[in-house]
C-alpha cells in the first residue's frame, strides 16, 4: 500500500473543513461558520448516511449481489450508488421530478436505474415516490430498501460521525448549530450529539415555505403543504427520523432568497453549495439577527457564533440555481417581478386592521367580533403565536352537528385548513396554496402580519389585468 494514499474512496468521507463567512455576513454582530459537507467524495453528507446505512445492512438482509431499493431526492442515491459500486450491489433509485436533471444524470452515471415519479401527488397516493420505491423493493428479490425517511441509522449516521467530527474540530465554541430540516437525520443526530455535549448549544432548523414543519413546531397544527422549488429540505409528512423535540427553533425561507443566498455564497465566499446550503445561510442570518434583537449576540468577551450546514455541491443545479434563465423564468431575480408577491395584495387591498381572537374566547365573542368587523374567519392568536383559523361554517358545524354551545371555547373548533406564507410569496404560488387551503396566513419571523383570502387574490388579479402595460424599453 503506498504512503499516504487511502484503500478505496469511502475512507476520504468525512473530515471536511469548517470554514468561516467573511462577506456575505457584513454587519452582522454574530460570526457564522460553516460545516463543508458538500466536499464529500459522493458531493453531500449523504455520504456519511450511506455508509452507516449499508454497515447496518450487511449486518442483516443485504446479502453480496443485492440490489439496494431508495425513495431519494438525488444526494442519498448517490452516495449509495457511490458504495454499492464500490461493494458490488445494484441501484434502483426512486424520484419525485421536480429534482434537476443533473441528478438523475448523476445516479445514471454510476450505473443505477432510476425510476422519475409525480412530486406533485401525496404521500400515500400509489404514484409517489415513497409508494414506488416501496413496491420495487417488494417485487425486486435480493433487495434491501434504504429507507432513509425510516430507518434509526439515519440519524446514527450524525450521531457517530457528524457530531463527534464537529465536536473535534471545534472543541465545541460555538452557540449555536443551523441545518436544513430534510429527513432530521443531520439535525437529530448531529444535535443529540452537541446537546449531550453542551445542553447550552441550541440547535435550529431551516424549513422552505410550503414544508409542514415549521408550522408544526409554532402551533402544533399539520397545515396545508405545497410545492416549493429548494430541494432536500422541507417535507410534506412527517419522517421518523426527524426528532423535532431536539430542535430550540425553526427558521422559515423562502425560495428566492435561498438562492439569492447559494449564489452569493459561490461568488462572494467561493463555496460552490447546493440549494440547501444557500437556504441554511439565510436562516442562520435571520436568526443571527433574532440574537441581535434578544441582546443574546456575543459569548463572554466574543461574538456569538453560529455553525450552519452545507449539505451538498452546486454542480447539479448549475441548470437551475446558476442559470439566469431559469432564475428569471421562476421570478428569482429582481428583473423579474412576474405578478407580484403577497406584499402586493396586502398593499393593494387598502389598510384593514388585523381581526385575530385568544384561544379562550367563546364562541359568542368570536361571532360578535366577525359581525362587527364583517368577515368570515378569524386568526387565533396566543401570545403573538398563531394557533390556527375559525371560519363561518366551521362555527356553524360545531353549533349544529359538533355538541358545543355558544358558551365552548374557540380553541375548540379551530380548524388547519389553512396555509402560511410570506409577504415575499410569489402570487404564482399564492396562486396554487389558495387552489387547495381555505386561507393564507401571512405571517414573517414568527408574527401573523394578515389573512388573504381567495376573494382577495381575484381582486388583485382584477386590478392587475385592468392596468396599462408597462411602456416598451427604449
Ligand atoms: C441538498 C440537501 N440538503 C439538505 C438535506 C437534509 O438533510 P437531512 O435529510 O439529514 O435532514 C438533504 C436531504 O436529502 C439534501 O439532499
Not at 15 to 30: D, M
Not at 82 to 111: N, T, W
Not at 364 to 379: C, F, G, H, L, W
Request: charged residues 25%.
Amino acid at each position: 500500500m503506498m504512503k499516504g494514499a487511502l484503500t478505496d474512496i469511502s475512507k476520504a468521507v468525512g473530515n471536511t473543513p469548517i470554514v468561516r463567512l467573511n462577506r456575505v455576513t457584513a454587519g452582522l454582530p454574530v460570526e457564522i461558520y460553516v460545516k463543508c459537507e458538500y466536499l464529500n467524495p459522493g458531493g453531500s453528507h449523504k455520504d456519511r448516511l450511506a455508509a452507516n446505512l449499508l454497515r447496518r445492512a450487511e449486518e442483516g438482509p443485504l446479502k453480496p449481489g443485492g440490489t439496494i431499493v431508495e425513495a431519494t431526492s438525488g444526494n442519498t442515491g448517490a452516495s449509495l450508488a457511490l458504495l454499492a459500486a464500490l461493494r458490488g450491489y445494484k441501484c434502483v433509485f426512486v424520484m419525485p421530478d421536480k429534482m434537476s436533471q443533473e441528478k438523475i444524470s448523476h445516479l445514471r452515471a454510476f450505473g443505477a436505474r432510476v425510476v422519475v415519479c409525480p412530486t406533485a401527488v401525496e404521500p400515500e397516493d400509489p404514484r409517489s415516490y415513497y409508494q414506488v420505491a416501496l413496491r420495487l423493493a417488494r417485487e425486486t428479490p435480493n433487495s434491501f430498501y434504504a429507507n432513509q425517511y425510516h430507518n434509526p441509522a439515519n440519524p446514527e449516521a450524525h450521531y457517530l460521525s457528524t457530531g463527534p467530527e464537529i465536536w473535534r474540530q471545534t472543541g465545541g465554541e460555538f452557540e449555536v448549530f443551523c441545518a436544513g430540516m430534510g429527513t432530521g437525520g443531520t439535525l437529530s443526530g448531529t444535535g443529540k450529539f452537541l446537546r449531550e455535549k453542551n445542553p447550552n448549544i441550541k440547535i435550529v432548523g431551516v424549513d422552505p415555505v410550503g414544508s409542514l414543519y415549521y408550522d408544526f413546531v409554532k402551533t402544533g397544527r399539520v397545515t396545508k403543504p405545497f410545492s416549493y422549488k429548494v430541494e432536500g429540505i422541507g417535507e410534506d409528512f412527517f419522517p421518523t427520523t426527524m426528532d423535532l423535540k431536539i430542535l430550540d427553533d425553526v427558521v422559515r425561507v423562502d425560495d428566492k432568497e435561498c438562492f439569492l443566498m447559494t449564489r452569493e455564497l459561490t461568488r462572494l465566499e467561493g463555496l460552490f453549495v447546493g440549494g440547501s446550503g444557500g437556504a441554511a445561510v439565510s436562516g442562520a442570518v435571520r436568526y443571527a439577527r433574532g440574537m441581535a434583537e434578544r441582546g443574546v449576540d456575543q459569548a463572554g468577551d466574543r461574538p456569538a457564533r453560529i455553525l450552519v450546514f452545507l449539505a451538498d455541491a452546486g454542480h447539479k443545479y448549475v441548470s437551475k440555481i446558476f442559470n439566469d434563465d431559469w432564475m428569471r423564468e421562476n421570478g428569482f431575480l429582481e428583473d423579474s417581478p412576474g405578478l407580484g408577491t403577497v406584499r402586493d395584495v396586502l398593499a393593494g387591498r387598502g389598510a384593514r386592521p388585523l381581526v385575530t381572537a385568544r384561544p379562550s374566547a367563546t364562541l359568542r365573542e368570536v361571532i360578535a367580533q366577525m359581525k362587527a368587523t364583517e368577515i368570515s374567519q378569524v386568526p387565533i392568536v396566543e401570545g403573538g403565536k398563531l394557533r390556527g383559523i375559525v371560519a363561518e361554517v366551521d362555527l356553524l358545524r360545531a353549533l349544529v352537528s359538533g355538541g358545543k354551545t355558544f358558551e365552548s371555547p374557540i380553541a375548540e373548533v379551530i380548524e388547519d385548513d389553512y396555509a402560511t406564507v410570506t409577504p415575499n410569496t410569489k402570487i404564482e404560488l399564492l396562486k396554487t396554496v389558495l387552489a387547495d387551503a381555505k386561507v393564507a396566513i401571512v405571517e414573517d419571523a414568527g408574527e401573523v402580519l394578515g389573512i388573504v383570502t381567495k376573494i382577495d387574490l381575484i381582486d388583485f388579479l382584477a386590478r392587475s389585468a385592468q392596468k396599462p402595460a408597462a411602456p416598451p424599453a427604449a
